[in-house]
């Protein structure tokens, strides 16, 4: 059995009795990821998260290999956004593929539960509406935008085999949050947030295609060989397992809708 734990350590334990086999523990104190990892068909290990001193939000990622039978680190690579998703190996096990992007934080309105007047809940509420559909929330509040982008990396040594940047998020919750939060405190709904993670994981077809979900609230489908991308827009946040595929079906749970589609 491998895994990942929330700091980016690494181990393998015995199916049957749960004896550590081997382990590869990282600093507990000084970061965080909600990614994971993923084997190959060799039962080598790959591994998403933060290096020490990030919490998810800003900066940079890690990614590393370990190889199955001992644990021993066969390559590190940095990539230039937090790693807090769970990467996929392609079919040809040639390319791991994960999309490095920061975390968001809570929804401003959930700060309107502190305000006296119903008045001032609203006018709240209304700003960060505005705000989304300028694009200009983060920057509002002095926050940069959030950079990302999805990644190849060759599975031999770790370095970079594609890159595909997308557009940058400017909200500062994901996408419906905002919505969350307002119906919260005016007793319509359960929950004050979703607070998803920026991606889920991916799935690459037998072609080499990539379909991952992103909390901005889009479906990508992005082609590495024509560097192409299409989207449909889910507008909600994309759960961590939100990808999944059947033959001649994709269908993905977002935070609070679940969407098939047929090929």
Not at 202 to 209: L, T, Y
Request: with cysteine; aromatic share 10%.
């Amino acid at each position: 059995l491998n895994f990942m734990d929330l700091c980016g350590g690494a181990y393998c334990l015995g199916l049957h009795n749960g004896s550590v086999i081997w382990s590869q523990p990282r600093n507990p104190d000084s970061s965080f990821t909600d990614g994971g990892a993923i084997p190959d068909a060799a039962g080598d290990m790959y591994t998403c998260s933060s290096p020490e001193g990030s919490l998810g939000q800003n900066g940079s990622g890690v990614v590393r290999k370990y190889r199955g039978a001992d644990g021993q680190q066969l390559w590190e690579s940095i990539v230039d956004s937090p790693c807090v998703n769970f990467p996929a190996v392609s079919a040809d096990g040639s390319t791991l593929i994960l999309a490095p992007g920061g975390l968001a934080v809570a929804a401003v309105t959930k700060g309107a539960s502190k305000l006296q007047s119903r008045r001032e809940k609203e006018q709240l509420y209304k700003l960060q509406q505005e705000l989304l559909d300028n694009h200009t929330q983060r920057s509002y509040y002095d926050l940069p935008d959030l950079q990302d982008s999805i990644l190849g990396l060759d599975t031999s040594n770790g370095k970079v085999a594609w890159q595909h940047k997308v557009e940058p998020w400017a909200g500062v919750a994901f996408a419906l949050d905002e919505e969350r939060a307002w119906n919260h405190i005016n007793g319509n709904g359960s929950m004050p947030h979703c607070w998803p993670s920026h991606w889920s994981g991916a799935i690459a077809d037998s072609q080499g295609r990539v379909y991952i979900g992103r909390s901005t609230g889009d479906v990508y489908l992005y082609n590495p060989s024509t560097d192409t991308e299409d989207r449909f827009h889910t507008g909600d946040g994309i759960l961590m397992g939100g990808m999944s595929s059947a033959p001649g079906m994709l269908v993905v749970s977002t935070c609070s809708f679940v969407h098939a589609f047929k090929f």
